[in-house]
């Protein structure tokens, strides 16, 4: 279970029979994220971005773009990426923030997607995944350490061969 490394041994044996009962972590995870949501453009994560951007970090410099990116690890690259590109512009380098969410998170609970760009919204004022960092999420999002665990039990899912559980396909009239 490589997406739980480091959870204490006695929560990860609750995972591991959750996976060996008949409705394995599917069943645990639909029952607790019935829907997905529904931004599925780049236009609409920047407005979705922005919104939690002007509600928790208003000081903040603004941001140059915002992007779902299909390249994207979602662990790898520590739940999303967030860079400042430097550009320079003249003689002038100037600095640009972007923020690329992993595609994966097109079709997810609205809970992953919020929790994901606290994480980035995050990194805008500490860049390193220290005590401050989160505390600095969990402000933003009281429930964020159990939305990551959730979403690593999606990823296990998944890595175990699991079908995807709120895709866009679902959502089409039938
Ligand atoms: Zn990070």
């Known amino acids: 279970m490589k997406y739980l490394a480091g959870y204490p041994p006695a929560l990860l044996a609750q995972v591991k029979q959750q996976i060996d009962s008949p409705s394995g972590l599917a069943g645990l995870l ?6 997905a949501h529904e931004i599925r453009t ?5 407005d979705y971005v922005n919104g ?18 299909s390249k994207l690890h979602v662990i790898r690259n520590a739940l999303g990426t967030h860079t400042t ?6 003689s002038k380098l100037k600095t640009k923030r972007e ?20 994480h980035e919204l995050a990194h805008m004022k500490q860049r390193e995944h220290d005590k ?24 296990t899912h998944l890595d175990h061969g699991g ?5 866009a396909d679902d959502l089409r009239p039938q």
């Not at 590109?85 to 003249?90: I, K, P, S």
């Not at 079908?163 to 895709?167: G, I």
Request: glycine letters at 2%; one cysteine or more; a positive charge.
């Open 52 to 69: 939690l951007k002007s509600e928790f970090m208003r000081n903040a410099e603004p941001l140059h773009k915002v992007a779902f990116d």
């Open 85 to 90: 590109v430097q550009r320079v512009q003249g």
């Open 132 to 155: 401050a960092f989160y505390s600095l999420c969990t402000h933003m999002e009281p429930a964020y350490h159990q939305l990551e665990f959730d979403l690593r039990l999606y990823l």
């Open 30 to 35: 639909r029952k607790r994220y019935a829907t």
């Open 99 to 118: 923020i690329r969410v992993a595609s994966l998170f097109k079709e997810v609970p609205e809970e992953w997607l919020r929790m994901i760009v606290v």
């Open 163 to 167: 079908e995807r559980l709120w895709s």
């Open 42 to 46: 780049d236009r609409a994560l920047y």
